[in-house]
């Protein structure tokens, strides 16, 4: 939430629901680049039923 405009995207970017404005979406593209081999293995920890390690947040 940024703002109070939420968006849900998928772990490659894709925007599933929701908007930002296009600076926000810029920095969180960014954000989801700089983390996506840690997001890719607390995805499939998550699946497997345990519980995946913290991910540095957005800030």
């Known amino acids: 939430m940024y703002n109070d ?3 849900v ?6 925007i599933l629901d929701g908007s930002l404005l296009k ?4 920095i ?3 954000w989801l680049e700089i983390h996506e081999d840690e ?8 699946v497997q039923g ?3 390690d913290k ?5």
């Open 5 to 7: 405009k939420d968006v």
């Open 9 to 14: 995207v998928s772990l490659d970017g894709e």
């Open 23 to 26: 600076k926000q979406m810029r």
């Open 28 to 30: 969180l593209w960014g």
């Open 39 to 46: 997001l890719y293995k607390a995805w499939n920890e998550a």
């Open 50 to 52: 345990r519980n995946p």
């Open 55 to 59: 991910i540095e947040p957005l800030r």
